[in-house]
């Protein structure tokens, strides 16, 4: 592959990456044609897609973008992109590859941080961090709501308790003769 070609690759590459953050790499040599064909169908409709990339050209990309990524590049290598978070994007490629065994996954890239294929997959996703932020938030301010309520609760339930307490009269006090 002469010079020309190999830069005009790399800069499709730095193109199609730059500025893209989740990624999971994976190796799926051994996928025939028509599952491959019928598997990027349906990743596309979910808005990922997949890219077979030479390692030595996309090491260099990937260098030049800011990633140190060293033990992504043995043996063929496929890199996913596209859906909201790392998360989601594990889970599909796992939803999708889960019955064929020829695909092996290598590992990912969060927020440009390189992490474990499984640990992709048990993150969470971006709706689902948000909602765990916002429960705790308000866990603790219903606590701190529980805590004030929680001593004139008591005082009404005595108020309450004496109130509704027969009244009993005293004897009138004998007349002292």
Same mark, same amino acid.
């Given at each position: 592959?002469?010079? @020309? ?15 893209? @953050?989740? $990624?999971? /790499? ?7 044609? @028509? ?5 990027? $169908?349906?990743?596309? #409709? ?24 060293? #033990?992504?590049?043995?043996? &063929? ?5 596209? %859906? ?10 796992? =939803?999708? /590859? ?11 890239? =969060? ?29 603790? =301010? ?8 929680? &001593? ?18 005293? &004897?009138?006090?004998?007349? %002292?003769?």
């Amino acid at each position: 592959m002469s010079k @020309q070609i190999k830069q005009m690759e790399m800069d499709a590459l730095k193109k199609a990456f730059q500025g893209i @953050q989740d $990624l999971v /790499f994976l190796s799926s040599s051994g996928v025939n044609c @028509q599952t491959d064909n019928q598997v990027r $169908l349906a990743l596309r #409709k979910k808005n990922i897609h997949m890219q077979v990339v030479k390692n030595s050209l996309a090491r260099r990309v990937f260098t030049d973008l800011g990633f140190k990524l060293e #033990k992504y590049w043995d043996g &063929p290598t496929t890199v996913a992109w596209g %859906a909201a978070s790392v998360a989601e994007l594990s889970r599909a490629l796992e =939803a999708v /590859f889960k019955k064929n065994d020829k695909v092996k996954f290598k590992g990912a890239l =969060a927020e440009g941080q390189e992490i474990t294929f499984d640990r992709a997959l048990k993150m969470p996703t971006r709706t689902e961090a948000i909602g765990k932020v916002i429960a705790l938030a308000l866990s603790s =301010a219903r606590r701190l709501m529980a805590q004030v309520v929680a &001593p004139a609760s008591i005082i009404a339930g005595q108020v309450k308790t004496l109130a509704e307490r027969p009244v009993v009269e005293a &004897p009138p006090p004998e007349a %002292a003769g």
